[in-house]
Antibody
Framework: QLQLQESGPGLVKPSETLSLTCTVS??????????WGWIRQPPGKGLEWIGS???????YYNPSLKSRVTISVDTSKNQFSLKLSSVTAADTAVYYC???????????????WGQGTLVTVSS | EIVLTQSPGTLSLSPGERATLSCRAS???????LAWYQQKPGQAPRLLIY???SRATGIPDRFSGSGSGTDFTLTISRLEPEDFAVYYC??????????FGPGTKVDIK
């Protein structure tokens, strides 16, 4: 059974960089059939797609965050990572990693999700 | 950008009743690229429906999806106690590639 697990600091100071890693188990991140993505959810609010990555390293970002986001993949560790720079309180959210299936670039549907990790931006 | 609107915002029903949730898109969405998720408090979203009408693995047949173009519907034929949750629709398209609706909360009447 595929499992995804987010890890990283739960507290980040304003203006600093948020860094999270998603470890995939029970399947290979190098599968040609899937993309891997990050989605976030501010407390009490809806879901926002941050971006997706293919095992080859091709990335697709939400334009609203593109200037601050970097997603990378480490196939040797079966992991992919998120960096979000210059964070503010508005970036406080539960961050989910997910497997994105579908034939279109960036993936179309999140069929497996991590449990999510709350990241709070505060001094 | 394709904007998804979900209605109603909250649906108050009793177990055993039928739930009909609406998702409307600001532009036409390919049926292949419309999905529905269920989210319970403190949990990650769970994929229910993809391709507008295909149930994901392990999803009970009381959940069904329909629609095309700009209007899509998720129907829960008979609500079970575990179905009270928030439901999101999601589309894939042009930039941004993936967007979600604001959600419909189904709560117990």
């Amino acid at each position: 059974q595929l499992q995804l697990q987010e890890s990283g600091p739960g507290l980040v100071k304003p203006s600093e960089t948020l860094s999270l890693t998603c470890t995939v188990s029970g399947g290979s991140i190098s599968s040609s059939s899937y993309y891997w993505g990050w989605i976030r959810q501010p407390p009490g609010k809806g879901l926002e797609w941050i971006g997706s990555i293919y095992y080859s390293g091709s990335t697709y970002y939400n334009p609203s965050l593109k200037s601050r986001v970097t997603i990378s993949v480490d196939t040797s560790k079966n992991q992919f990572s998120l960096k979000l720079s210059s964070v503010t309180a508005a970036d406080t959210a539960v961050y989910y990693c997910a497997r994105l299936s579908g034939i279109a670039v960036a993936g179309t549907t999140g069929d497996y999700w991590g449990q999510g990790t709350l990241v709070t931006v505060s001094s | 950008e394709i904007v998804l609107t979900q209605s109603p915002g909250t649906l108050s029903l009793s177990p055993g009743e039928r739930a009909t949730l609406s998702c409307r898109a600001s532009q036409s969405v390919s049926s292949s690229y419309l999905a529905w998720y269920q989210q319970k408090p403190g949990q990650a979203p769970r994929l229910l429906i993809y391709g507008a009408s295909s149930r994901a693995t392990g999803i009970p047949d009381r959940f069904s999806g329909s629609g095309s173009g700009t209007d899509f519907t998720l129907t829960i034929s008979r609500l079970e106690p575990e179905d009270f949750a928030v439901y999101y629709c999601q589309q894939y398209g042009s930039s941004p590639r993936i967007t979600f609706g604001p959600g419909t909360k189904v709560d117990i009447k």
